[in-house]
């Protein structure tokens, strides 16, 4: 990979005259390290497509560390040429790597193609607090709470949380936060039976943790099912994405270990910030 006589850094990707080199010193100087490796070979035929094919052998790269959060990579005219094809082409394979969240483009003078930060994987496996599994992912949690308040618990919340339409449920909404910046936005009920005076609690923190300290009751287990939506004009507001936008709606009811519900949620995690995760296992005998 050639070096940069001015700087000492290396350039990206091994396209002569390619200036893939960081903004920032302290960042490595290259923008994929392929070292002297020749470009993947595209598949000129029926039934693929080359964006396609950049844009899997790119994600791939991400994947294995070959690019970074915070790596810029070569320019649009670089990257089409390194790989053989048009600059359309290549703008396609890029946006639909934006549009999934692995890369993020800007514009201007510092502007360019940079490898986003990583996703949160949210590990349906286990059943554990939002801001519990961020701060194993090491981000910083916090929340900003949009409303609170008493109401009927409805058709829905009443089916999941056992009990009648018209008894009482405290509903808290609030936005996610994940180092300071919008994921999820939650819309949580709770029967106001089981935990009297809930809503004067700080609700800013993990409501898991509080019922827990308060009322000596933490979810044991919960059943989540997942549908992929798109975000409407409130949602994009509150989470800051675009009209339109990919969202997952997670609807969740938690249990405590007696069997009795506590929580019926309805959460909306943002599709470019985050990431799903299940283990499976081989059923135990026969279907």
Sequence with gaps: MATDPGTGRRRGLGVPGSRAALPRPARRGLALRTGSRQPPEIVRGPGVTLYGQIEDWLAGEIAVGALVPGD??????????????????????LAELARRGLVTRTTGRHGGTFVAAPKLEQDLTTLAGFSEQLRRAGMVAGARVLSALLRPAGPAAAAALQIGEDDEVYEIRRIRLADGRPIVLERSRFPASRFPGMLESRLDGSLYELLEVRYGLRPHRARESLEPVTAGVREAEALEVAEGAPLMLVERTAYARS??????????????????????SELAGDM
């Design 72 to 93: 810029r990579l070569p320019t649009e005219h670089d990257l089409a040429e390194w790989f053989g094809v048009s600059r359309m082409t290549l703008r396609h394979a």
């Design 259 to 280: 069997g009795e519900p506590l929580e019926f949620a309805r959460d909306l995690f943002r599709g470019d910030r985050t990431r799903v995760v299940m283990w499976t």
